[in-house]
């Protein structure tokens, strides 16, 4: 006799649920990481068998590019994948589950349940109130746990509401919420990178940090999302939630461990710290535009003022980083597919070195490769071979994929499914921290949806976002970096110049 | 009518001035680095025509295996270039080379000259001699120069005797001593990483680096030198200068400029802050070997007791290393071809991480990558990927010939031909720098050589030195490490367990 644990994924038939969680899961029993005896569940409305959802699932699974699925260990796994039919927003919609949920339950010593909300974020309501209608929230022994994606809400209200309706239910130890970024190897990598190392922390803070950029850029538009996409914008998209939580992980005070509550309780106060701005203020310290052509996709407003890009200036006030500048972009159609952050260091405080004239030492830049070509760079400055005295940067390298060509990356989802299912939230958002996030931007979308908002500005597909975006951090003295994934000759893409600073 | 700058090379039929001096000059040439109207004049014993000279040069320079040797190139630079046969030993030995002059000087505004003793070292005080009675150092206008080759003597006091004669009829500034080291790219790229770069130097002292070790290693045995060398030791042909040169520039403070007094004061004073030894301490810090077989080289005593591998302990006595090691060794006949210098970070002063058991985090390493493969490296930790929550460290890589494919590393010697000609002294040592280092290095040689001095350990050629070297550095808490130009698993060659600390 032991405890059963099941899995429900509500949204089966979603891309979510098909594209990235059921191959997840397989690959976690291929690594003999799932519970013993766990019951997976996909759940949705079109009535399919088992047999029929394990075929279709067999089918994802093979397709799945970063895969090698074996059929053997596919009929373990299916052994234990099951279908059930059921609708969140009808009445009684999840009794057949509550059902089958009885069977597997039956004489165990405590019954685990997992419900992974794979749904559209209005469905989120109707499907906590349908677990509790049909019971599913209490019983004997064992854990209730709830997984839900972003977004979480459309502004500080209504993610207020969306907590409180959770919480009704859920207790928040008992909401993993999902920001799939957390998931991914070198988002964890920040705070190794941060606290097992002694060398960056001693000047990781205003002495000698002169500014910080984090870009998280896209080269696909927003695709068959266009019409959903018209109504959020770049800024809920994917400040609210990714870039922010790259931010406070760069940002954030040494935890002393890595206890969720503890690791979550710096995050929080960093999200605090972070300036206040109202709507004028955030106008004035963001720039927005939308690629061409995002007009004519489906369900978008023809006079759409829609940002599918947003740079923005954020500053820390705390001792650490007091008038140290973050900028902030990110959009769709742009250049290359790259996140990456860029740890900008003041130059050197003095020059020893007699320079060629019109020459003058470059900052040091530290960047964090995120994605696709994840690793880390240092930029420093070297002399020049075979020059009496020329000085010019180089990038020192490191790439997780050349360092560990025996062990592939794993999906984030991997791993926030384990950590879900083990119970660690490490990796999960808090509410308060949903809460601060918002705060953070709510102004900057009310400045740029607001009555008397500016037109956003177009921008070519497969550049880097509009002209207002380079004349933002050039007014604070600095221009952008991309520096993660590129051999371009150094000098080209220069650095600011000296006397451009804060 | 323009100024006559002549360099003199006695010893011209010599290793150094075949394999070096002549090839580098022919090098600066074709890069239009040598001053107008430059005359070369030869000197040895031997007597050669101008033209039986050249075309032994010649050969030398198309022997050179670095040198892409154009015949027409050739002719130009050849046309300057001059044979005088004269001995520095018998009287009125430089006669027949103070006429040559007197003919290429010969109306000339100003008479440079530049002699260069490529000579072995008992030969400096009778050249120097020489040059006075053919009344060469004196003359209407114009510089003279002196260019000397290590070893600058004996020991503290035969260093201060040949400083002595040289000023008889030199003055200090006219006197350039090479440490052929410090003409090397990345010896002077030490200062560039140090002061061109603001994010090392405020960790760059007692309170972020552990430890520091210097090794300078040759695969090679003593050759045809064993002669010589037996009655050396490696303590004198390494040590007193390439070891405490590199160390120097590693531990120096800052100058305020590139000014040649003012980066070779700041030299002095860190070796004079070097805590002085009496000769017992420095057996105690030291550990000496001696490769097997080395005592069937010529002119080897059966029983010497010369070392050809040294290790030491040394610190530095000022607020900047005060109870930091530095570890230096150097040695013939060992496994590799190296010379770097490895700065070892304390650990981090707190670990957030819960690590596998036996498990913890490694220190940040830096290595300066000095020869053969030029470049820097930096040993971080990262997570481990796809496990949950893993540290182990990697190296991030800077090499220099990668970054710079079209820029050949030129020879040391080419650097310093080039700043004696146009009378930069930044690289070469001052009296005071060599006497400094002798103080250093005295009561090590006393100890080894003393009539109660230990046996040197035996160790196999081909391997990292005896076994008492690890000794040594294993009583203070560390291990050698050997970072640069290897990709060999790190974890295998891993450091010190923590613990072991000062």
Redesign the interface.
């Known amino acids: 006799m032991t405890a059963t644990t099941t899995l429900v994924i509500l949204g089966a038939s979603g891309d979510l649920a098909r594209g990235k969680l059921v191959p997840s899961l397989f690959n976690l029993y291929c690594k003999r990481r799932l519970p013993d005896g766990i019951q997976v569940v996909g759940l949705s409305r079109t009535p399919y068998s088992d047999d029929a959802y394990r075929d279709m699932s067999w089918q994802d699974v093979s397709a799945h590019p970063h895969l090698k699925a074996r059929e053997s260990d596919w009929r373990g796994f299916a052994a234990n994948l099951h279908y059930v039919s059921g609708n969140v927003g009808g009445s009684g919609g999840l009794d057949a589950l509550a059902r089958r949920l009885a069977e597997f339950e039956a004489g165990s010593t405590g019954a685990n349940r997992v419900f992974y909300l794979a749904l559209a974020p209005q469905l989120y309501e109707p499907a906590v109130t349908a677990i509790e209608t049909a019971g599913l929230h209490e019983g004997a022994g064992g854990y209730r746990r709830l997984v839900i994606e972003k977004p979480f809400g459309w502004d500080l209200d209504s993610a207020r509401a969306i907590n409180a309706a959770l919480h009704r239910v859920f207790s928040e130890d008992e909401v993993f919420r999902i920001d799939h970024y957390l998931g991914k ?1 070198t988002v ?2 920040i ?3 941060r ?5 960056f ?3 990781w803070n205003r ?2 940090v002169d500014s910080v950029q984090i870009t998280v850029a896209e080269k696909v538009g927003v695709g068959d999302r266009s019409f959903y996409y018209d109504r959020s914008g770049v800024t809920r998209d994917m400040v609210q939630n990714h870039l922010l939580q790259l931010l406070a992980m760069v940002a954030m005070e ?5 206890d969720p509550e503890t690791l979550r309780n710096k995050k929080v106060e960093v999200l605090k710290a972070i300036r206040r701005y109202d709507s004028r203020e955030a106008i004035r310290n963001s720039a927005a535009g939308q690629y061409e052509g995002y007009v004519d996709g489906d369900g978008v407003q023809p006079d759409s003022n829609t940002a599918t890009f947003i740079a923005s200036r954020h500053f820390i006030d705390n001792w650490r980083w007091q008038g140290v500048p973050f900028y902030l972009r990110t959009g769709k159609a742009m250049a290359r597919k790259v996140s990456e952050i860029v740890i900008q ?10 320079l060629p004239p019109g020459q003058w ?1 470059q ?2 830049v ?1 960047a964090l490769c995120v994605q696709p070509d994840e690793g ?3 930029r ?7 020059e ?2 020329a ?1 010019q940067p ?5 790439e ?1 994929r050349a ?2 060509p025996d ?4 999906e984030a989802y991997e791993r926030l499914l ?1 950590d879900a299912l083990e119970g660690d939230a490490s990796l999960f958002i808090r509410n308060d921290q949903i809460e601060e996030a918002w705060r953070v931007v709510d102004p900057m979308i009310a400045g740029w949806e607001g009555a008397d908002a500016p037109r956003v500005e177009l921008y070519r597909r497969g550049s880097w976002g509009p002209q207002v975006s380079e004349r933002l951090i050039a007014s604070t003295g600095h221009r952008w970096l991309q520096v993660c994934g590129t051999h371009a000759d150094i000098r080209a893409s220069q650095l600011a110049a000296p006397g451009g600073r804060r």
Chains 1, 2 share one sequence.
Do not use: G
């Open positions: 190897e964890q990598n705070l190794v990178f606290f097992a190392n002694a060398i922390e001693p000047i002495n000698y040494p935890p002393s461990s890595a260091f003041r130059t050197a405080p003095h020059t020893m070195f007699t030492l900052p040091n530290l880390a760079r240092l420093f400055e070297v002399k020049t071979p075979d009496e005295m000085i180089v990038d020192m390298e490191f997780y360092a560990f062990r592939m990356i794993p384990q």
